[in-house]
């Protein structure tokens, strides 16, 4: 999983809370994203970041938030208006190169179970 | 808009076969094709990409990948498969909504008997 760590591994939310989950790159990347993946739908992109102090919708991004302060973090906040947010997520990052064939590297991924 | 299909949900095949797990694409331009693998409950995996040249693409882990324009298909291939090599593997393409962002398939899950 390369560079990149995403904490807890495991985490239980009541209804209602928010939660936040950590993702953090050693890699130099510039490009960081979030995934979700439930099963037999492949991933979803959630919000995406090519540089410090700017990021953008995904595909799916009701419900959910994002920071990027700093290069190597990328904080995804899952708020309660997220009406069914058990699902695994995973943190993903790349180098930001010209031309759209740079590979993505993964973190270990995030179980979320609302409870 | 740029997407891969993944025809098939899972492939079984026995220990020391050939393997061959299916996808095709609709892009607009130039494809640029991935192969992740995901073993339980971890991140992805990066396997090989294609991008110009070559059709044959060699990988990580012994794989490999043709790409057939004429098919627009870019299958992943392994000649002997391993028990090992069981695990739900993505094909994936340069999405339109942004840069440098993926569109995934829904995903093949390999099932490798011994």
């Known amino acids: 999983d390369g560079g990149i760590t995403q904490s807890p591994k495991y985490l239980f939310r009541k209804e209602g809370q928010n939660v936040t989950l950590s993702c953090e790159q050693n890699l130099n990347h510039d490009a960081m994203y979030w995934y979700r993946q439930d099963p037999g739908q492949g991933l979803r992109l959630i919000y995406y970041?090519?540089?410090?102090?700017?990021?953008q919708k995904g595909d799916i991004a009701e419900g959910y938030s994002v920071s990027r302060e700093k290069k190597e973090s990328f904080p995804l906040t899952v708020t309660s208006a997220q009406k069914n947010p058990t699902a695994f997520y995973l943190c993903?990052?790349?180098?930001?190169?010209?031309?759209?064939?740079?590979?993505?590297?993964f973190g270990p991924g995030t179980r979320l179970t609302v409870l | 808009a740029q997407s891969v299909a993944q025809p098939e949900d899972q492939v079984n095949v026995a220990e020391g076969n050939p393997l061959t797990v299916k996808c095709t694409y609709s892009?607009?331009?130039?494809?640029?094709l991935f192969w992740y693998v995901q073993y339980p409950n971890r991140g992805l995996q990066f396997l090989l990409k294609y991008i110009t040249g070559d059709n044959l693409v060699k990988g990580s882990y012994g794989f490999e990948a043709e790409f057939n324009k004429s098919q627009t298909s870019f299958h992943l291939k392994k000649p002997s498969a391993l028990v090992s090599d069981s695990a739900l593997y993505f094909c994936a393409v340069p999405a339109e909504s942004g840069y440098s962002t993926l569109t995934f398939g829904k995903g093949t899950m390999l099932l490798v008997s011994p």
């Open positions: 970041s090519q540089i410090v102090n700017d990021f």
């Open positions: 892009v607009s331009g130039n494809p640029y």
């Open positions: 993903a990052s790349s180098m930001r190169l010209a031309g759209d064939y740079n590979e993505q590297f």
